[in-house]
């Protein structure tokens, strides 16, 4: 039996110190699941496991129950008297998460414990600046690094003039242009990994996450599709699964996301130059609308800020207020906004009443 050796697979100092608080059981980390049942990689190989009865009962949100990449503490490091039994989750060092579709509160992580998260958008159909914004604003709260990762560039003639567009809006992110057409076109990505370095792929369907994994790997491990003629990805990857690399660590491939609910984002860093601009206008509660002397306007007129990227800015800054709050709660905010320039919530009362009034006579 080849013993794994957990360090190269992420296993920290931290993780160890807080591992021996539960007594009699081992460390593992999730390397995929399905519905209910986990695989989990530990220091005598992979093993599949379910969750314990306590702790199935004790999780009170979906984001609560293990996910891939999590490092968890397991009663066995083998099946051979059945599935092993997974009762704790060891505390994650970084999280990217989304809102779940359809739900108002469900949040679902994608990927636990990583060190990079690979940004991957294609050249070709995929190219889309305000998703790579959403996806940054993601990233950067994650407590992961963002990677931007070019796929297809032999599908695109006008390379320069998106890498333009993307340092713009990409600011402090490094950017990584590759191809599947070469046998070098990867080779760009292997200096962030390294054992013990975990870096997940993330993107939309057909971009080409999968075919950069099976380079990376050497062989065709996970099967592949590219974007249909219709600007829809085929959905290759249908499950999160962390892979281990021969001496490069561990990645993660993740199914296509081309819709990326928010639940909490870092504006901050991927909407720096925004927030740069706003300290130097004339009024610190700026709204960039129609105040004078309001320094991101002009920076729009003058062509150095699209207006594109600032509406965008306030698209995500609204979702980021809005997480959590109840339709009622979404509902006042929004009024109070309205009104903010007015008196706030004591003239959007009297607006109120004044309309029910209206509405009786």
């Not at 242009?177 to 054992?195: A, I």
């Not at 080409?208 to 003629?229: F, V, W």
């Not at 021969?246 to 639940?263: F, K, Q, S, W």
């Amino acid at each position: 039996m080849n013993i794994i050796n957990m360090k190269n697979l992420g296993l920290t100092e931290e993780f160890i110190q807080e591992s021996k608080i539960y007594k009699n059981l081992f460390i593992g980390r999730v390397s995929t699941q399905s519905k209910n049942l986990f695989k989990v990689i530990t220091e005598n190989g992979e093993i599949a496991a379910e969750i314990s009865g306590k702790f199935h009962y004790s999780v009170k949100e979906l984001s609560q129950y293990p996910s891939v990449g999590d490092f968890v503490m397991v009663d066995r490091t083998d099946n051979s008297q059945g599935n092993g039994i997974i009762h704790h989750i060891l505390t994650r060092k970084s999280v990217f998460a989304r809102k779940v579709a359809g739900s108002k509160e469900d949040i679902q992580v994608v990927a636990a414990n990583i060190d990079t998260v690979f940004i991957c958008m294609s050249l070709n159909n995929d190219f889309n600046l305000r998703r790579l914004e959403r996806y940054l604003s993601i990233a950067w709260d994650s407590g992961a690094i963002p990677v931007i990762v070019l796929t297809k560039s032999d599908l695109c003639k006008e390379i320069e003039v998106r890498l333009n567009e993307i340092s713009s809006v990409a600011i402090g992110v490094e950017v990584l242009v590759t191809t599947s057409t070469s046998d070098k076109g990867h080779q760009s990505l292997t200096r962030y990994l390294s054992n013990g370095n975990t870096v997940a792929f993330i993107g939309s369907s057909g971009v080409g996450k999968s075919t950069l994994i099976n380079c990376l790997l050497g062989q065709n491990i996970l099967d592949t599709n590219g974007i249909r003629n219709d600007d829809k990805g085929r959905h290759t990857t249908t499950r999160r699964e962390l892979i281990m690399l021969p001496n490069l660590g561990v990645v993660i491939d993740t199914p296509g996301m081309r819709e990326l609910g928010i639940i909490s984002a870092d504006l901050t860093k991927s909407f720096a130059d925004i927030d740069s601009l706003a300290s130097q206008c004339r009024f610190n509660d700026c709204t960039h609308k129609n105040e004078p002397s309001c320094a991101v306007q002009k920076a729009i007129k003058d062509g150095t800020l699209s207006v594109e990227r600032l509406e965008n800015y306030r698209k995500l800054k609204r979702e980021t207020k809005y997480e959590g709050l109840n339709s009622k709660m979404i509902e006042k905010e929004k009024i109070s906004e309205m009104f903010s320039g007015m008196g706030g919530m004591k003239n959007a009362r009297k607006f109120i009443k004044e309309q029910n009034r209206n509405k009786r006579r």
